[in-house]
């Protein structure tokens, strides 16, 4: 199956600055999506891509789909403390009958 | 409105145990998925549902069966338990299998000696 790379794999930050992590594909995916996960829970969705070029905001987060289909990134503007956790990007290509391909995370970690 | 939940929330199995973890939904989703999570990889998936009464095997099937009890149950069965299924499972439900966005349960983690 498609694998996706994610980095940074970890990330430490003061409280305030600004974050950016992204995930790449060796092949075209049709759809991007970013979900974050808090300690002892599961995942849930930030945001959704679903057309090149696309770039989305909710809030403090923006997520881009990247033009060549291959790559999206997500960017955290002035962190707080509650934005710890782990970042996972997920994809479907074309012939994964819409499954989910997972990146292997990036953990956040903001000091106060 | 729950979204979807999960039991039990933790579980300690021997080797050779079984046992069936639960999980449902409320927002009347298609499609329902079962994953696996260990440390410092992504989620895997192990099996899914696209509509009710069908079920396909996802990246790591081996070890596990699923029933697809009704629209808004899925169940994940272990048959044999061993040490390497020691993992954190999320169940996930979608609005169809063309539909890319998953919502999540908060996870079982399992443990198995």
């Known amino acids: 199956g498609q694998q996706l790379n994610q980095s940074p794999q970890s990330m430490f930050i003061q409280e305030g600055e600004d974050v950016s992590m992204n995930c790449t594909s060796s092949?075209?995916?049709?759809?991007w999506l970013w979900y974050k996960q808090d300690p002892g829970e599961g995942p849930v969705l930030l945001i959704a891509?679903?057309?090149?070029?696309e770039l989305t905001s909710n809030g403090r987060l923006t997520a881009q789909f990247g033009i060549t289909r291959k790559d999206s990134f997500l960017n955290i503007s002035a962190s707080i403390p509650s934005d710890v956790g782990i970042y996972f990007c997920?994809?479907?290509?074309?012939?994964?009958?819409?499954?989910?391909?997972f990146g292997k995370g990036t953990l956040l970690t903001v000091n106060p | 409105n729950a979204g979807v939940t999960q039991t039990p929330k933790f579980q300690v199995l021997k080797t050779g145990q079984s046992m069936t973890l639960q999980c449902a939904q409320d927002m009347n989703h298609n499609s329902m998925y079962w994953y696996r999570q260990d440390p410092g990889m992504g989620l895997r998936l192990i099996y899914y549902?696209?509509?009710?009464?069908?079920?396909d095997k996802g990246e790591v099937p081996n070890g596990y069966n699923v029933s697809r009890l009704n629209k808004r149950e899925f169940s994940l069965r272990l048959e044999s338990a061993a040490p390497s299924q020691t993992s954190v499972y999320f169940c996930a439900s979608s609005d169809s299998p063309r539909s890319d966005t998953q919502y999540f349960g908060p996870g079982t983690r399992l443990t198995v000696l």
């Open positions: 997920a994809g479907s290509y074309a012939g994964s009958n819409y499954k989910l391909t």
């Open positions: 891509l679903y057309k090149a070029g």
């Open positions: 549902s696209a509509s009710e009464g069908t079920t």
């Open positions: 092949s075209i995916f049709n759809t």
